[in-house]
């Protein structure tokens, strides 16, 4: 198969637009969505506001390539947690324990700045309905693996499971508590973990262990 090779002019462009988003995370994590402005962003990067419009004619333009860059990187982990080895159990503890880790992390603040400014929610939603679709089925798979396992219970529908799991690695009370440091990730993901599985669980299972 033959190679796609970049041209010097292709990468110098492609890590121009890294360096961008990168730039422009930073401000929106200093300033928040609405004092955030290109002008201070092309500074930075140290290119003209004119260069950074060929890349992003406008900053709700460079603010969902933001999202859409943290989502890819999200789904990337799902993608990694479902094809590893072990129950189905401890897949779901990998992807909460990724999930409230990044809350107090630079990606989970900047999922929250974004979604936090009202104006940019019919967008981010747009977006946002494409890369979460993927995920749920991911995430629907891996729970009807868990039921032909015997792990869960099959009286328990999917989707009742699947909604409660996706509500639960996107709590905004959970980002208060780990922000606030009462309780760590690995806290939250054994106390949660507790109360999901313990409540999925096939009965016949529980009682054979």
């Given at each position: 198969?033959?190679e796609?090779?970049?041209?010097?002019k292709?990468?110098?462009?492609?890590?121009?637009e890294?360096?961008?988003?990168q730039?422009?995370?930073?401000?929106l994590?200093?300033?928040?969505?609405?004092?955030?402005?290109?002008?201070?962003?092309?500074?930075?990067?140290?290119?003209?506001?004119?260069?950074?419009?060929?890349?992003?004619?406008?900053?709700?333009?460079?603010?969902?390539?933001?999202?859409?860059?943290?989502?890819?990187?999200?789904?990337?982990?799902?993608?990694?947690?479902a094809?590893?080895?072990?129950?189905?159990r401890?897949?779901?503890?990998?992807?909460?324990?990724?999930?409230?880790?990044?809350?107090?992390?630079?990606?989970?603040?900047?999922?929250?700045?974004?979604?936090?400014?009202?104006?940019?929610?019919?967008?981010?939603?747009?977006r946002?309905?494409?890369?979460?679709?993927?995920?749920?089925?991911?995430?629907?798979?891996?729970?009807?693996?868990?039921?032909?396992?015997?792990?869960?219970?099959?009286?328990?529908?999917?989707?009742i499971?699947?909604?409660?799991?996706?509500?639960?690695?996107?709590s905004?009370?959970?980002?208060?508590?780990?922000?606030?440091?009462?309780?760590?990730?690995?806290?939250l993901?054994?106390?949660?973990?507790?109360?999901?599985?313990?409540?999925?669980?096939?009965?016949?299972?529980?009682?054979?262990?």
């Amino acid at each position: 198969m033959r190679e796609t090779t970049l041209s010097l002019k292709e990468r110098q462009r492609q890590q121009r637009e890294e360096l961008i988003l990168q730039t422009a995370a930073e401000v929106l994590l200093e300033k928040g969505y609405h004092e955030m402005n290109m002008e201070e962003v092309a500074a930075r990067v140290g290119i003209a506001k004119g260069t950074l419009y060929l890349h992003f004619p406008r900053k709700e333009d460079l603010v969902l390539a933001l999202l859409e860059q943290q989502m890819q990187d999200i789904l990337q982990s799902v993608h990694q947690a479902a094809i590893a080895p072990g129950s189905v159990r401890s897949r779901l503890e990998c992807l909460l324990q990724i999930s409230y880790t990044r809350m107090k992390g630079q990606r989970g603040r900047i999922l929250y700045a974004l979604f936090g400014a009202v104006e940019l929610r019919p967008l981010l939603r747009e977006r946002h309905h494409t890369l979460f679709e993927q995920f749920s089925t991911i995430l629907e798979r891996l729970i009807d693996e868990g039921k032909s396992s015997g792990e869960f219970d099959t009286a328990i529908p999917t989707s009742i499971m699947l909604h409660t799991f996706t509500s639960l690695l996107a709590s905004y009370s959970f980002k208060r508590l780990i922000l606030d440091d009462t309780v760590s990730p690995d806290e939250l993901v054994r106390y949660v973990g507790q109360i999901f599985f313990r409540g999925v669980a096939n009965p016949l299972h529980v009682s054979e262990a």
